[in-house]
Nanobody, 115 residues
Framework: QVQLVESGGGLVQAGGSLRLSCTAS????????LGWYRQAPGKQRELVAT???????NYADSVKGRFPISRDNARNTVVLQMNNLEPEDTAVYYC?????????WGQGTQVTVSS
């Protein structure tokens, strides 16, 4: 079992920045990929960025160059630094862990970007 606790998020004006952090606990030694997904009202949940234990990174095209992701394996944390935010980035952001091809999710944190 893995538990994910997110922090960060909030309300920001377009062009601003926010930082999301997620800490994993439990069977953390078995976590492969950590990352972030988001879900806007009326839309499906979509990938934002993921990072593997070895550091391989995958970004959605919409956030490339704006949302660097980083991971600290010793602290079992993953951080998403969101820069140059746009109103289209408004969504609930979920931390995700891939544990032997089983999905674990955080509770979600709201990010709202005003124009």
């Amino acid at each position: 079992q893995v538990q994910l606790v997110e922090s960060g998020g909030g309300l920001v004006q377009a062009g601003g920045s926010l930082r999301l952090s997620c800490t994993a606990s439990g069977s953390t030694f078995s976590i492969n990929t950590l990352g972030w997904y988001r879900q806007a009202p009326g839309k499906q949940r979509e990938l934002v960025a993921t990072i593997s234990r070895s550091g391989a990174i995958n970004y959605a095209d919409s956030v490339k160059g704006r949302f660097p992701i980083s991971r600290d394996n010793a602290r079992n944390t993953v951080v998403l630094q969101m820069n140059n935010l746009e109103p289209e980035d408004t969504a609930v952001y979920y931390c995700h862990a891939d544990v032997r091809r089983r999905d674990y999710w955080g509770q979600g944190t709201q990010v709202t970007v005003s124009s």
